[in-house]
């Protein structure tokens, strides 16, 4: 059947946020942990002792609402059993931490790495968690500098706006920060189930505007 206009396919109160604090126009910290996480996976794929099960948490110090330093870099991997934990440190820090941080090195300042601090990480993926979506909604979004909804975004296509409506509202706050008019934006929209058009929405600059909001 084709429909004359796409419905929200559930209730839901989504977010998008940007600021301007670095040129992707996302929180720092939340963007070095996806380019860590891109790394090892880009780099893992090369061994027979690193598998896909890792995660990585990285902690930034501000000041006047802007990057100042990194703090720490937090990174845990799976491995198989062969492997000493020296290697494992070396290996993730010589491969993985040292290509990513090398664009940031201005801010890094004292800054502390942790690798695997539970020792050894053998028992991973679906053998030590059980469940497959919906997990780290948080870090799919801003690391917790922007709010959340609530619902994750994998395997779901454009009628669920937990994703499309969360990719269009960033989408939007980018464009907005992009263009001058805020230091940060964060928007809200709000669906109800079966309605092609939000039921409300919010715009939030933090102060941080440069134009008045209604014209924004």
């Known amino acids: 059947m084709v429909k004359n206009e796409l419905c929200a396919n559930d209730q839901g109160i989504v977010y998008g946020y940007a600021t301007n604090e670095i040129k992707e126009y ?11 996480m891109k790394q090892y996976e880009d780099y893992r794929r090369t ?8 995660k990585c948490q990285v902690s930034v110090e501000y000041t006047n609402d802007k990057p100042s330093k990194i703090t720490t870099i937090l990174f845990s991997a799976s491995h198989n059993k062969t492997i000493t934990y020296e290697d494992i440190i070396t290996n993730i820090m010589t491969n993985v931490i040292l290509p990513v941080i090398k664009e940031y090195k201005k801010l890094i300042k004292n800054t502390e790495y942790i690798i695997n601090p ?8 679906s053998f030590g968690d059980s469940g497959c979506v919906g997990r780290k909604i948080v870090v799919d979004t801003y690391g917790g500098v922007g ?5 994750c975004f994998s ?8 994703r499309s409506g969360t990719y269009y509202a960033r989408y939007v706050t980018k ?6 008019l805020a230091d ?16 409300s929405m919010d ?8 134009k008045p909001l209604k014209e924004i």
Not at 26 to 32: E, T, Y
Not at 175 to 180: E, P, Q, R, T, Y
Not at 184 to 197: D, L
Request: proline share 4%; with cysteine.
């Open 26 to 36: 996302m929180p720092l910290p939340l963007l070095v942990a996806h380019k860590l």
């Open 47 to 54: 061994t027979n002792f690193f598998y896909a099960d890792a």
């Open 118 to 125: 539970s020792g050894r990480f053998t028992i991973w993926g």
């Open 147 to 151: 709010r959340v909804g609530g619902g």
């Open 155 to 162: 395997s779901k296509n454009a009628t669920k706006v937990d």
């Open 175 to 180: 464009n907005i920060v992009a263009l001058g």
């Open 184 to 199: 940060r934006c964060e928007i809200q929209v709000a669906y109800g189930i079966r309605m092609s058009k939000p039921i």
């Open 203 to 210: 715009m939030n600059t933090f102060n941080t505007e440069k």
